[in-house]
C-alpha cells in the first residue's frame, strides 16, 4: 500500500521511526511528514495567523520526508495538497506511534495523533492512528534520558510496531473511502508478545485541574492527569482493555457526532 506517515510527537521520535521501519520492512510504499517539534495535545489546530514552512527532510527513512514547522493537522493537509508527487495520493494516511495513550473522550479529541489521521479522513482517506500506552515512571524515565527508550520500553515499541505494520492492510481494506472514520488503536505497556485485539468504545473520563494554580510570575503549567472514570461496565472501553493488557481498537466515526 502507499501510505502518508504523520505523528505529533515530531519528526525526531524514536516511536515515528520505529513505526516507518516496521512499515517499510513489510513492504508498503511510504511517505513521510510530521512537525519539527512535538505536538502533543495540539488537537486539530491550524496555523491560521502565520505562515508554515514544510522543508525536504532526511532521517534515513529511504522515502520521501518532509518537515513541517506546524501542527499534525498542518503537515497532513500540507503534503495531500502539495507536497506529494502528482498521482501518488496514499491509500490511507497513518499517525503515531504517540509516546503514551490516546484513549478516553478527553484524550482522544485534545491527540494531536488522532488529528493527523483525522485530517487524512476530511481528504476522503481511510485514518488509522497508533498509540503506545505507558507507566508515569517509564514516561519520565523517557523524558529524562531525552527520548531515549530503555530496553523494555524498546522492545514494546518493537512489538507494537511490528504489530501495526500488521493491522494495516485489513483496516484499511475495511474503511470505504469518504467514511469519516479513524481507527484509533492503543497499545498496552508491555507489550513484549502480541497481545491480543478488543473492539471497545471511547472510556467516558473526566478530567478537572488540568492546569496548576498560578505561580508567581502569574502563569499556570500543563499537570498530567489520568482522569476520573465513569465509564459503566460495558461495553469494553479503550482504557479497560489496556488495563488489561489488550490492544484496543476503537472506531472513531465522526459521522455519527450529534446523532440520537
Known sequence: MRLLITNDDGIDSI???ELVHALRHAGHDL???APKREQSWVGAAKSRHRPVHATVGDRGFAC??????GTPSDAVNIALDHLLPPGARPDAVVSGINVGLNASLGFIIASGTIAGAWEGALHGLPAIAFSQDLTEATYDRLKDDDDQPDNELLASLATSAARAAQLVPGLVNATAPRSFIVHNVNFPFPHLSPAAIQRTVPAQVIVPRLFS??????THR????HGEDLSPESPLTDRAALAAGHISHTVLDYRKLGHA
Do not use: Q, S
Open 15 to 17: 516511536f515515528l521511526h
Open 31 to 33: 511517505y513521510v511528514v
Open 64 to 69: 520521501p520526508t518532509w518537515i513541517v514547522d
Open 213 to 218: 494554580p498560578a505561580a508567581d510570575d502569574g
Open 222 to 225: 500543563l499537570i498530567f492527569r
